[in-house]
């Protein structure tokens, strides 16, 4: 069975930085593209960031390019979200999810709070 | 950007009523993917490449489309179905979301 278990989130202050990690079961992590999506309380969803299998190379939406950076440990199957000068507007559940044709699996999210 | 524009927003259906859900695109798309999000629960990968339907999804589901334009059915609704769909494109970076269709139980 799937299993992708978020951690990471919590209260942080604008400006101030927060890494995510996403513990992979059930499957070959390595074979396959991982990302993030977020949700905005009462919101919509948002792809906020997807890595290739070696980690070679990275995605990111314009709201996040500078600020984020996705990586992986494919000998710890693990996925992680490096987050710095964050903003309000940060604030959403952060999922980690399979892609593959769409995302596939979806982990029950991390909550990520940005305010002073 | 491509823009996805979800209609409608919310709607109302009884058991057994067929239903339908519609996906615009600013631009062509080659496919589309919807997701199933019930309250209170992650997302779920529903309707994959436009009409191919996740494991586990009844068949009572059915997507279709192509170019611009997209769309879910459900052939008669029934309680489990109350959720928000997405729908979502993977044919050009970055890829995005609609903003949701909240599908509610009449």
């Known amino acids: 069975e799937v299993q992708l278990v978020e951690s990471g989130g919590g209260l942080v202050q604008p400006g101030r930085s927060l890494k995510l990690s996403c513990a992979a079961s059930?499957?070959?992590?390595?074979?396959?593209?991982m990302a993030w999506v977020r949700q905005a309380p009462k919101k919509g969803l948002e792809w906020v960031a997807t890595?290739?299998?070696?980690?070679?190379?990275?995605y990111y939406p314009d709201s996040v390019k500078g600020r984020f950076t996705i990586s992986r440990d494919n000998a710890k199957s693990s996925l992680y979200l490096q987050m710095n000068s964050l903003k309000s507007e940060d604030t959403a559940t952060y999922y980690c999810a399979r892609h593959l044709m769409g995302f596939a699996y979806w982990g029950q999210g991390t909550l990520v709070t940005v305010s002073s | 950007e491509i823009v996805l524009t979800q209609s409608p927003t919310t709607m109302a259906a009884s058991p057994g009523e067929k239903v339908t859900l519609t996906c615009r695109a600013s631009?062509?798309?080659?496919?589309m993917h919807w997701y199933q999000q019930r309250s209170g629960t992650s997302p779920k990968l529903w309707i994959y490449?436009?009409?191919k339907l996740a494991s586990g999804v009844p068949n009572r589901f059915s997507g279709s489309g192509s170019g611009t334009s997209y769309s879910l059915t459900i052939n008669s609704m029934e309680t489990e179905d109350a959720a928000t769909y997405y729908c979502?494109?993977?044919?050009?970076?970055?890829?995005?979301f609609g903003g949701g269709t909240k599908l509610e139980l009449k």
């Open positions: 490449e436009t009409s």
């Open positions: 631009s062509s798309v080659s496919y």
């Open positions: 979502q494109q993977g044919s050009s970076y970055p890829w995005t």
């Open positions: 890595i290739s299998t070696s980690g070679s190379r990275t």
């Open positions: 059930g499957f070959t992590f390595s074979n396959y593209y």
